[in-house]
């Protein structure tokens, strides 16, 4: 069993950052792809993000990369995501994955656990 637990949401400006983060409970998270997804109101949860478990595999939605950066730091069970040049696109609640194996992708299903989520608003 995994608790994740997302902190770092807001209300921020267009063209602002922040910085989202997801910590695990459990000693074996390094065992855990990870991932963030989204959900605006109204529309279907998003794929935003993945990571391996060592974090030396990424994989980003079209719509973020170069914007978006994911990371994780086993030793604090915790992963990252980076997000720069807000738009108001961005607003939307997100929410970090685990998936029970070392390298996942973008599908929902492949991720058991989900945390809480942690709303984003970005005006304009």
């Known amino acids: 069993q995994v608790q994740l637990v997302e902190s770092g949401g807001g209300v921020v400006q267009a063209g602002a950052s922040l910085r989202l983060s997801c910590t695990a409970s459990?000693?074996?998270?390094?065992?855990?792809?990870m991932a963030w997804f989204r959900q605006a109101p109204g529309k279907e949860r998003q794929f935003v993000a993945a990571?391996?478990?060592?974090?030396?595999?990424?994989n980003y939605a079209d719509s973020v990369k170069g914007r978006f950066t994911i990371s994780r730091d086993n030793a604090k069970n915790t992963v990252y995501l980076q997000m720069n040049s807000l738009t108001p696109e961005d607003t939307a609640v997100y929410y970090c994955a685990a998936a029970n194996a070392l390298r996942a992708g973008a599908e929902a299903a492949v991720y058991a656990y989900w945390g809480q989520g942690t709303q984003v608003t970005v005006s304009s």
């Open positions: 990571i391996s478990w060592s974090g030396g595999y990424t």
């Open positions: 459990g000693r074996t998270f390094s065992r855990y792809a």
